[in-house]
T-cell receptor, first 115, second 113 residues
């Protein structure tokens, strides 16, 4: 079935370092792909999305490119800040539910940024 | 600013109590969802609703029920709270569009003692 696999955490980086969080997916067809972020004690927020192959989603300095050749949607940021410390979830829509837009979430990657 | 509002951020209840978690959205979304989030287990879908008075079981519905009498409100009910229902509960809403994504509330951290 459809699924997402993302890299295990925690990931610890120094401020201003380059960030990559890997995400690969298995899907029927070419669904939209999402990255969500969860700051400590909060719910999840949609960070960015891409709706078709080769699309690049971007927001708050983060980017991810929908690559169908490698079935990947890796999250990147050129220079991380302490405020980026959070848990990041890769996700895609579940197949076959036309009346309810269920989403399949990855297990989450915890990111900690050292000052 | 559009939002999903969960009535409580923190809640402490006693074992055996009936617990109501309320969620309200102001975006006129058809779909609403309840998840629980536990360390090491990720997000697990409890129930969802795609229309008023319509509901479907998610992956872990046991011990829970839901109510959707109005489009904007989706309530999660713990019929008889138990300690293993101590968790973070997240409500979300969405349009019936697989490319839209969810809008989440801030979560309710429930502790059952």
């Amino acid at each position: 079935g459809d699924s997402v696999t993302q890299m295990e955490g925690p990931v610890t980086l120094s401020e201003e370092a380059f960030l990559t969080i890997n995400c690969t997916y298995t899907a029927t067809g070419y669904p939209s792909l999402f990255w969500y972020v969860q700051y400590p004690g909060e719910g999840l927020q949609l960070l960015l999305k891409a709706t078709k192959a080769d699309d690049k989603g971007s927001n708050k300095g983060f980017e991810a490119t929908y690559r169908k050749e490698t079935t990947s949607f890796h999250l990147e940021k050129g220079s991380v800040q302490v405020s980026d410390s959070a848990v990041y979830f890769c996700a895609l829509p579940a197949p076959g539910y036309s009346s309810a837009s269920k989403i399949i979430f990855g297990s989450g990657t915890r990111l900690s940024i050292r000052p | 600013d559009v939002k999903v509002t969960q009535s409580s951020r923190y809640l402490v209840k006693r074992t055996g109590e009936k617990v109501f978690l309320e969620c309200v959205q102001d975006m006129d979304h058809e779909n609403m969802f309840w998840y629980r989030q536990d360390p090491g287990l990720g997000l697990r879908l409890i129930y969802f609703s795609y229309d008023v008075k319509m509901k479907e079981k998610g992956d872990i519905p046991e011990g829970y029920s839901v109510s959707r009498e109005k489009k904007e409100r989706f309530s999660l009910i713990l019929e008889s709270a138990s300690t293993n229902q101590t968790s973070m509960y997240l409500c979300a809403s969405s349009l019936p569009d697989r490319g839209y994504g969810y809008t989440f509330g801030s979560g309710t951290r429930l502790t059952v003692v």
